[in-house]
């Protein structure tokens, strides 16, 4: 069961980066309105959002920011590579460490 549930876990952030990158490249509103929909919710909610999908929930943070694009970018394409590196699921190719 372990197996499966890994691998959900990487398909999902896998997809969530993958919209993460999409939304940067053709719709940088749609990242605006994610936030400010986060945002928006109660204090309870937006903790469950945050603890759940934390790696994407902090790039659009910084997303969001006023620093620098350069920054940015570097920022949380880091983030997103990190995650999806961390997430991905070795077990299943061979990989027992």
């Known amino acids: 069961m372990e197996p499966i549930f890994n691998v959900a876990v990487f398909l999902l952030f896998a997809v969530l980066w993958a919209a993460f990158a999409i ?11 994610t936030w400010e929909w986060i945002r928006g919710q109660h204090i309870i909610v937006q903790g469950a959002v945050w603890l759940l ?7 659009l943070w910084i997303w969001e920011t006023s620093w620098p694009l350069a920054w940015r970018l570097v920022l949380v394409g880091g983030l997103g590579a990190a995650n999806i590196i961390m997430f991905f699921p070795r077990t299943l190719f061979g990989d027992r460490s």
């Open 53 to 59: 999908f934390l790696p994407v929930v902090a790039g």
């Open 23 to 33: 939304a940067l490249v053709w719709s940088q509103g749609s990242l605006d309105q």
